[in-house]
């Protein structure tokens, strides 16, 4: 099977986080039965009340063990002025899209494996989920299912096939600042929430430096980074605010716990109030706690993915759907077709010679770990 007609079929169909995927999972399934795979759907409704679906595609035994191929079907918005994002042609030897390489490709590669392949004595399962661009809540489903229970996994993602044994974990909370609105020509009759946010945004530059230490080399940045994304507040240029919203994100190494960046900003939020004198309130809310996850150098699916690749494994800043595949109980390594650098923006796109290529090592894994 030529993956590039999927990827191209993928591409078109949107499958944008905030919508249903149903119809992405209706073609893969459509591939998929013909090759023998046993096929289940898993679903829930989101918090928006949207449907979601994963696609789990089973062949051989039905038992623990095997390899786990694992991608997620939902994408990130794109630009309306884009017009290629979902018409995915095929140009200057690549095929270009949203999802093209996160993580359509990869998933147009697993398939055309699978079809390559035969029935093993081991099992084979393709797992397809929804929503690990806002919080890898389908791999999270599939682990509080527990049914899939896979020895090796490949997660899918662009790492420009090179095998990816490690990366950071995710953690995003809301900060809600409060205080006491006014009119704006007389500043002692209330307390500005932005300003007071704006005392607390430099608080959090000198927590950054904190988060530094200690570094591993391992990983690019070197140390736990973080951010803060969104920030809203106020009502009008002429009116004290009296709210102040910001979302704060840190990416914590291995081995480092996740909570202690949030216990710095609590910190920070305490002093921030006793200041205020009685003015100023300060709320943190959760949104994501995602640990990192580490596979070790010496498991067998990095070696194998080593050796047929030829590139030494490596690790990555952002986060996948690894740690719930480890917590099924498998080995599991980040892999597949594309650049990230290319990925969450217009002009994404994926070569067609690493489609192939990638489609080729899966065909490969298929063999090496079912049988």
């Known amino acids: 099977m030529d993956p590039v007609p999927l990827l191209q079929a993928l591409v078109r169909v949107d499958s944008t986080s905030s919508r249903p995927n149903g119809p992405v999972l209706d073609l893969l399934e459509a591939q998929v039965r013909p090759l023998g795979f046993e096929v289940r759907r898993l679903r829930w409704s989101d918090t928006a009340g949207v449907q979601k679906e994963n696609l789990v595609c089973r062949r051989g035994p039905d038992e623990a063990g095997g390899l786990a191929l694992i991608g997620h079907t939902d994408c990130v918005p794109f630009d309306p002025g884009w017009p290629e994002a979902l018409a995915a042609p095929l140009r200057d030897g690549a095929v ?3 999802g093209t ?4 490709g990869f998933l147009a590669a697993a398939v055309s494996a699978a079809a390559r392949t035969r029935v093993g004595p081991r099992p084979l399962t393709l797992l397809f989920t929804a929503d690990e661009e806002v919080g ?6 599939a ?5 899939v229970r896979p020895r090796h996994a490949i997660v899918g993602e662009p790492t420009g096939l090179v095998p990816v044994r490690a990366h950071k974990g995710y953690c995003a909370v ?7 609105e006014g009119h704006s020509a007389y500043p002692g009759v209330g307390a500005s929430a932005i300003h007071a946010a704006g005392r607390l945004l430099a608080e959090l530059e000198e ?3 904190v988060l530094q230490e200690p570094p591993d080399p391992a990983f690019d940045p070197p140390y736990t980074t973080w951010n803060v994304g969104v920030i809203q507040g106020g009502k009008a240029r002429n009116i004290i605010a009296g709210q102040c919203r910001f979302s704060y994100e840190w990416r914590p190494l291995p081995g480092q716990d996740p909570r202690r ?3 710095l900003l609590e910190e920070a939020c305490r002093r921030l109030v006793a200041a205020g004198g009685g003015r100023v309130t300060a709320a943190v809310g959760p949104l994501r706690s995602d640990a990192a996850a580490v596979t070790p150098a010496g498991a067998e699916i990095v070696r194998f993915l080593e050796a047929e690749t030829g590139h030494p494994s490596t690790t990555v800043p952002f986060g996948t759907e690894l740690p719930e595949v480890a917590a099924m109980g498998a080995e599991g390594v980040i892999f597949g077709p594309g650049d990230i650098r290319v990925a969450h923006r217009t002009g994404e796109h ?4 690493e489609l192939s290529r990638a489609a080729d090592v899966l065909a490969r894994a298929i063999e090496q770990f079912c049988g």
Request: include cysteine; aromatic fraction near 2%; glycine fraction near 18%.
């Open 96 to 98: 270009w899209g949203r």
């Open 101 to 104: 390489a996160d993580t359509k």
């Open 136 to 141: 890898c809540l389908g791999a999270k489903q």
């Open 143 to 147: 682990l509080a299912e527990g049914r």
């Open 174 to 180: 809301e900060v809600e600042i409060g205080g006491v």
């Open 207 to 209: 927590i950054g430096a």
């Open 261 to 263: 960046a949030l216990a």
């Open 350 to 353: 994926v070569r067609v010679d």
